[in-house]
């Protein structure tokens, strides 16, 4: 124990000298790691040592976490208890003793201190988290920690160590994982000890309704135990309308803003309390107090948010008519607390936050609590030689060998009609035109023409079934495609086609057409054309036929007489045919079409 003492009071890291000391004061058998016999002695060593540093620090009257501290001019040396402490954390992470034997030393000195010095215990604990919450030290010390921080909630007042309290909560939930079972409540106890006291008898010489006085405070009755409300359906309809009577006098005397100023909600954390005053005489105060009301308003929504949760059993579950008599009271208590200054909307806004954040719990709690945390998956690491050969499939792999057995079990399954149908074109642009539009606030991620698997089959049904609109893809892109009658109308007008624009297309279309016809006559024309055998025996048959069927045309018309329609016919045909070759010279076309052209024109001057 000596060589402790020594240690304590020398400055440095604690790596310098910690396990030199051990080795000391052992003398184990092995340099780095103590046997379970001497983990034991060590820390009978380090309990007995604890015990009486913390008696020599009460005898002097000082706390006990700054007990042997000394303050010089150049340097402030730590209390020999927290030092004492900082030795034995470093052995335990570096495993060099046993990991549990700081949670053991934590939990005696707390049970041997009082409330003033377990805040300054705690806070050392605070400071030691990330250490001692690393998996070597937790596993071994989580339910001593456990045990020692419920301990120390016992010994606490609910009332008057609110902040103490909630600092030890925090520390369990940053301490222990989200998905520990020790801190959930699995049955739905409770806590029906406790119990709000108020008077039973009317005071004397001072008036005051003393029913409605006695109808309030019952209610606190219900909201420590809202599980007896569903067992007895008289417990239910006596509540309502003690409830009904409370809602009715809120709404009867409504708050002002400048009752709602004049409290000053916003600094009453620091003179929170837990429980509210029951003496008849402060009724009339407290009904004009808006933090009192949101207090009782606030119970109700908690009360009608667990009759409402569903149950394990469908026993549990609500009746019709409590589920209405529940919603029409939580839309009444709502606008009370819509109406409470200050900020009443706010407050309310943060409530059905947080209820409704509840209710996950509530369900993750009944769905037997699974882990939150996964396990990151190892990848095995396999030689070449002890690879498994891959099976082989009839049809190459697993799904296609499936579907071919499924075939031969259900003959109908690939004649069935339903089983590949190609969607209408205004049913499958329909999601891209939703996106269009302005108003939806589509980001370009998430936008459809970003896919570039959608917009490739959509172009291929458009090329079956809208030819139209297939057209507009080179002129405005995948957003043309989409048929006009599934866009709003200002964004339709921007992808319309204008008249001259149409015009210009279907001339276009036209001398493609009379160009394409020009070629399928060259090649109907023989062989022996092309040898110059069909030149020589009849040279000028097609020219002088063409010239004939122009002068008799023309002698027609100049004799002032009506052609018969089939000289109408060839006298279209003629035009159509000059008005083709007009639009061609003008046109861009291939090399080999303007060839032709000129041949035929050639001939026709020859033959001319």
Same mark, same amino acid.
């Given at each position: 124990?000596?060589?402790?003492?020594?240690?304590?009071?020398?400055?440095?890291?604690?790596?310098?000298?910690?396990?030199?000391?051990?080795?000391?004061?052992?003398?184990?058998?092995?340099?780095?790691?103590?046997?379970?016999?001497?983990?034991?002695?060590?820390?009978?060593?380090?309990?007995?040592?604890?015990?009486?540093?913390?008696?020599?620090?009460?005898?002097?009257?000082?706390?006990?976490?700054?007990?042997?501290?000394?303050?010089?001019?150049?340097?402030?040396?730590?209390?020999?208890?927290?030092?004492?402490?900082?030795? =034995?954390?470093? *052995?335990?992470? !570096?495993?060099?003793?046993?990991?549990?034997?700081?949670?053991?030393?934590?939990?005696?000195?707390?049970?041997?201190?009082?409330?003033?010095?377990?805040?300054?215990?705690?806070?050392?604990?605070?400071?030691?988290?990330?250490?001692?919450?690393?998996?070597?030290?937790?596993?071994?010390?989580?339910?001593?920690?456990?045990? %020692?921080?419920?301990?120390? *909630?016992?010994?606490?007042? !609910?009332?008057?160590?609110?902040?103490?309290?909630?600092?030890?909560?925090?520390?369990?939930?940053?301490?222990?994982?989200?998905?520990?079972?020790?801190?959930?409540?699995?049955?739905?106890?409770?806590?029906?000890?406790?119990?709000?006291?108020?008077?039973?008898?009317?005071?004397?010489?001072?008036?005051?309704?003393?029913?409605?006085?006695?109808?309030?405070?019952?209610?606190?009755?219900?909201?420590?135990?809202?599980? &007896?409300?569903?067992?007895?359906?008289?417990?239910?309809?006596?509540?309502?309308?003690?409830?009904?009577?409370?809602?009715?006098?809120?709404?009867?005397?409504?708050?002002?803003?400048?009752?709602?100023?004049?409290?000053?909600?916003?600094?009453?954390?620091?003179?929170?309390? @837990?429980?509210?005053?029951?003496?008849?005489?402060?009724?009339?105060?407290?009904?004009?107090?808006?933090?009192?009301?949101?207090? =009782?308003?606030?119970?109700?929504?908690?009360?009608?948010?667990?009759?409402?949760?569903?149950?394990?059993?469908?026993?549990?579950?609500? &009746?019709?008519?409590?589920?209405?008599?529940?919603?029409?009271?939580?839309?009444?208590?709502?606008?009370?607390?819509?109406? %409470?200054?200050?900020?009443?909307?706010?407050?309310?806004?943060?409530?059905?936050?947080?209820?409704?954040?509840?209710?996950?719990? =509530?369900?993750?709690?009944?769905?037997?609590?699974?882990?939150?945390?996964?396990?990151? @998956?190892?990848?095995?690491?396999?030689?070449?030689? %002890?690879?498994?050969?891959?099976?082989?499939?009839?049809?190459?792999?697993?799904?296609?060998?499936?579907?071919?057995?499924?075939?031969?079990?259900?003959?109908?399954?690939?004649?069935?009609?339903?089983?590949?149908?190609?969607?209408?074109?205004?049913?499958?642009?329909?999601?891209?035109?939703?996106?269009?539009?302005?108003?939806?606030?589509?980001?370009?991620?998430?936008?459809?023409?970003?896919?570039?698997?959608?917009?490739?089959?959509?172009?291929?049904?458009?090329?079956?079934?809208?030819?139209?609109?297939?057209?507009?893809?080179?002129?405005?892109?995948?957003?043309?495609? =989409?048929?006009?009658?599934?866009?709003?109308?200002?964004?339709?007008?921007?992808?319309?086609? !204008?008249?001259?624009?149409?015009?210009?297309?279907?001339?276009?279309?036209? %001398?493609?057409?009379?160009?394409?016809?020009?070629?399928?006559?060259?090649?109907?024309?023989?062989?022996?054309?092309?040898?110059?055998?069909?030149?020589?025996?009849?040279?000028?048959?097609?020219?002088?036929?063409?010239?004939?069927?122009?002068?008799?045309?023309?002698?027609?018309?100049?004799?002032?007489?009506?052609?018969?329609?089939?000289?109408?016919?060839?006298?279209?045909?003629?035009?159509?045919?000059?008005?083709?070759?007009?639009?061609?010279?003008?046109?861009?076309?291939?090399?080999?079409?303007?060839?032709?052209?000129?041949?035929?024109?050639?001939?026709?001057?020859?033959?001319?």
């Amino acid at each position: 124990m000596e060589e402790f003492r020594k240690a304590i009071l020398q400055t440095g890291p604690p790596e310098n000298f910690a396990l030199q000391t051990v080795q000391d004061v052992i003398k184990p058998q092995k340099l780095t790691k103590l046997a379970q016999d001497e983990n034991q002695l060590l820390e009978n060593i380090l309990r007995r040592l604890l015990q009486e540093l913390v008696s020599s620090a009460a005898q002097s009257a000082e706390p006990i976490m700054q007990y042997g501290m000394s303050i010089d001019d150049n340097e402030t040396s730590q209390g020999h208890i927290p030092r004492l402490l900082d030795i =034995v954390l470093y *052995l335990c992470e !570096k495993e060099h003793v046993e990991g549990g034997m700081i949670f053991q030393l934590l939990e005696d000195l707390t049970e041997m201190s009082t409330l003033r010095n377990c805040k300054d215990i705690f806070g050392y604990i605070e400071s030691k988290q990330d250490i001692l919450g690393k998996q070597e030290l937790f596993a071994r010390g989580k339910l001593v920690m456990l045990r %020692t921080c419920n301990q120390l *909630l016992r010994r606490l007042s !609910k009332a008057s160590d609110v902040v103490f309290c909630g600092r030890i909560l925090m520390f369990l939930a940053h301490f222990f994982p989200l998905s520990e079972r020790s801190a959930v409540n699995i049955k739905g106890v409770f806590n029906t000890s406790n119990e709000t006291k108020y008077e039973k008898e009317p005071p004397d010489g001072f008036s005051i309704d003393f029913n409605f006085y006695k109808t309030f405070w019952s209610l606190q009755e219900y909201f420590c135990n809202p599980a &007896s409300l569903t067992l007895a359906s008289t417990k239910w309809q006596k509540f309502t309308s003690s409830l009904t009577v409370v809602l009715n006098t809120f709404d009867a005397q409504p708050l002002s803003d400048e009752e709602g100023d004049a409290n000053m909600l916003e600094e009453e954390s620091a003179t929170f309390s @837990i429980k509210y005053l029951t003496s008849s005489k402060l009724m009339g105060l407290e009904l004009k107090d808006p933090s009192f009301r949101r207090h =009782v308003l606030v119970q109700c929504l908690i009360l009608f948010d667990y009759l409402k949760a569903p149950g394990k059993n469908e026993k549990d579950v609500p &009746s019709e008519t409590l589920r209405e008599e529940i919603k029409s009271c939580e839309e009444r208590v709502k606008k009370l607390l819509e109406v %409470t200054p200050p900020r009443g909307k706010e407050f309310l806004q943060k409530i059905e936050h947080i209820l409704e954040r509840e209710n996950n719990w =509530v369900w993750w709690k009944r769905d037997g609590c699974p882990p939150f945390e996964k396990q990151p @998956i190892e990848k095995k690491t396999t030689h070449d030689a %002890t690879k498994k050969r891959r099976p082989r499939w009839r049809l190459g792999n697993k799904e296609l060998s499936q579907l071919w057995k499924w075939a031969d079990q259900n003959p109908n399954a690939l004649t069935d009609p339903q089983r590949v149908r190609t969607p209408a074109i205004s049913e499958y642009w329909k999601p891209l035109a939703e996106d269009m539009d302005e108003s939806a606030g589509i980001e370009a991620e998430y936008h459809h023409k970003s896919n570039r698997v959608y917009c490739w089959k959509g172009l291929r049904f458009s090329a079956r079934q809208d030819l139209e609109g297939f057209s507009r893809f080179t002129d405005h892109g995948i957003e043309g495609v =989409v048929p006009l009658e599934l866009l709003p109308p200002d964004v339709r007008s921007k992808y319309q086609a !204008k008249p001259n624009e149409r015009s210009k297309r279907a001339k276009k279309e036209e %001398t493609k057409g009379a160009v394409r016809q020009a070629e399928e006559n060259q090649m109907a024309t023989p062989a022996s054309e092309n040898d110059g055998e069909g030149t020589r025996s009849d040279p000028d048959g097609p020219s002088v036929a063409m010239d004939a069927d122009t002068t008799v045309a023309a002698g027609s018309v100049s004799q002032g007489g009506t052609p018969t329609p089939e000289e109408n016919k060839q006298s279209s045909d003629t035009d159509i045919g000059q008005e083709a070759g007009q639009l061609e010279a003008d046109a861009e076309v291939e090399p080999g079409m303007i060839d032709g052209e000129t041949d035929a024109e050639v001939d026709l001057d020859t033959a001319g």
